[in-house]
């Protein structure tokens, strides 16, 4: 099961590390943009009917220890520790949702499992889409029911996240280790995101909009490797607490 449904087995090397959680609730972006309605060409969604929106960059980093050094000394205390996760992407047969750059997520994270839906958004400085999530209890179930709809795994792909956070600021930093590299995640408004990159010497040109699944097509095709699954040596992967 590949992404995009190339087929292939072939995996990146792992990192021996461990990832997330999801954000609480009162910290998470929610700033209102206007965007074309994905599934109707030319209708403008009002504001006021898309609250739940995420607004976020990426900066590559070298590795997740410089970075986490760096978010200490600027102050950022960790909010939740280092979790494994994994992600499932669901699609029709056709790649509909794909083709509309919508996602519908399955995310497993220790014991608990996230349903999300991401619309198309927009890119313009930062990454901006409407984000609806929930927990959900036995995500093997809900895979199965997404099934009986008409979606199908599309692409898995795993990290390793913390979450970092400097209070009174309601912005996230997560510090995001990947098979295709080590990614912090700025999460909030977009003034903060543009004043929490500049005070820790990132400029506007190290934004990355990309989401991990193009990132990872980028990496299988520098590296000729078959686009599959992006997802760790499986005896390097640490679901421990």
Request: proline content about 6%.
């Amino acid at each position: 099961m590949g992404l995009d449904g190339a087929p292939g087995g072939t995996r990146t090397p792992g990192l021996l590390v461990r990832s997330q959680s999801l954000y609480p609730a009162e910290l998470r972006a929610r700033e209102p943009i206007i965007r074309q309605h994905p599934s109707v060409p030319g209708r403008i969604v009002p504001v006021s009917d898309h609250p739940h929106i995420e607004t976020e960059i990426k900066i590559r980093v070298s590795n997740p220890e410089s970075a986490s050094a760096l978010l200490d000394r600027h102050g950022y205390r960790l909010l939740h520790p280092r979790v494994f996760e994994t992600n499932t992407l669901y699609d029709t047969l056709d790649f509909a949702l794909r083709r509309r750059g919508e996602i519908v997520r399955i995310r497993q994270v220790g014991e608990r499992s996230i349903l999300t839906f991401k619309s198309a958004g927009t890119d313009s400085r930062h990454k901006q889409r409407e984000e609806l999530e929930t927990t959900v209890g036995d995500a093997s179930i809900l895979g199965q029911i997404l099934e009986r709809l008409g979606l199908h795994p599309a692409f898995r792909y795993e990290k390793y996240r913390a979450e970092y956070h400097r209070p009174p600021a309601t912005g996230v930093v997560t510090l995001d280790e990947t098979p295709v590299g080590v990614f912090l995640e700025l999460e909030g408004d977009s003034a903060w995101i543009d004043d929490a990159a500049a005070e820790m010497g990132f400029p506007e040109t190290d934004y990355i909009l990309k989401s991990y699944g193009a990132l990872y097509i980028g990496y299988c095709r520098d590296n000729n490797l078959t686009l599959a699954n992006m997802v760790f040596d499986q005896e390097t992967v640490d679901t421990s607490d």
